[in-house]
């Protein structure tokens, strides 16, 4: 391993590790990926992903384990898995970071870095990662990639901690393999910030579109809804604000309009509801709304769209 050649490892490749390791394999990154359930699928036929933007893209033969222990050491780590499984992964993270690694969290939310730095090395980089992007996983190794697919990238803690251009160096690095793999990517001065901004549209669409089991388009084409989606991210912005995170002018009618161009998507909250799968609801609803309390901000949009998210979730698990 080189920093010339850095071998980056996938954890976790749903639509999230599987897009962006499939983009970095195929632009000759050593790209290797553990797989649990997927592997089986992936070992006959493949990591697909159908692209609307890119076309149609696969890798015949990636690099998988389902072992950890058979996984090489990596100088990158992408953590593409929901955020509700950090904590029974933060020992093989640990396990499969090599000397001065970089882990990369590519999950939605906010304080997720926090649950995956005690468990790991101190000589560990750790990075937060904010994608912006349309896809899903409709089978075993198969993604489907509607638009968009940037990620914004912050840095979090580890042995740049009090160094911004250390920081800022490794954020580039990371920027440059995105940016040759055919991936916006930028580095962000404020991870804090960045969370927040996404955010701003993760508590409204995830969670209505869990409860309401409609997509981006039925949303915003119908006039209460979409005047709660405002006013759950102008909420959302009076938090950030409060907690130092200035966002920019009119952001959720910036966001609101952004949207409104974008295919009809359903978010990840949508697909974990409808598969009975666990919600973010502690890193996306609980955590910001834990900390906009401290500052004396109340989120009563937001607390009601959580309640009635954990009403859902406990009773699909009863």
């Known amino acids: 391993m080189s920093a010339a050649s850095p071998r980056i490892g996938i954890i976790g490749t749903g639509a999230i590790g599987g897009f962006y390791g499939l983009m970095l394999a195929r632009a000759g990154f050593d790209v290797h990926f553990l797989l649990r359930s997927e592997y089986e699928a992936v070992s006959e036929r493949g990591l697909q992903v159908n692209s609307a933007v890119h076309g149609p893209l696969a890798l015949a033969r990636p690099q998988i384990y389902r072992d950890p222990s058979l996984m090489p050491a990596c100088d990158w780590l992408l953590v593409g898995a929901k955020s509700t499984s950090n904590e029974a992964l933060a020992p093989t993270i640990a396990r499969l970071a090599a000397a001065d690694c970089k882990v990369v969290v590519l999950q939605n939310g906010l304080g997720v870095e926090d649950v995956l730095r005690a468990s790991l090395p101190e000589n560990v980089h750790l990075l937060g990662g904010l994608c912006a992007i349309c896809a899903h996983r409709s089978a075993p190794g198969v993604v489907e990639h509607q638009a968009l697919g940037g990620v914004n990238l912050g840095y979090h803690s580890g042995p740049a901690g009090g160094d911004a251009q250390a920081q800022l160096a490794l954020l580039n690095e990371m920027v440059e393999m995105f940016r ?8 962000m001065p404020s991870l804090a910030l960045a969370r927040w901004m ?12 869990a409860l309401l089991e409609a997509g981006t388009e039925a949303l915003l084409g119908n006039d209460d809804s979409r ?7 102008h909420e959302v912005c009076a938090a950030a604000q409060a907690l130092g995170c200035s966002l920019p002018e009119d952001f959720p009618g910036k966001l609101l309009m952004g949207t409104s161009r ?7 909250m949508y697909h974990d509801r409808l598969q009975n799968r666990p919600m973010e609801l502690e890193a996306i609803y609980a955590v910001p709304l834990a900390a906009a309390a401290e500052v004396g901000i109340q989120m ?10 954990r009403f859902l979730e406990q009773r699909a698990a009863d």
């Open 180 to 187: 040759q793999a055919g991936v916006d990517s930028s580095p």
């Open 300 to 309: 009563p949009r937001t607390q009601t769209l959580y309640h009635l998210l």
């Open 227 to 233: 005047a709660e989606i405002k006013a759950i991210m």
């Open 198 to 209: 996404k955010l701003v549209w993760n508590v409204p669409f995830n969670g209505l579109s």
């Open 262 to 268: 974008m295919p009809d998507y359903l978010p990840s």
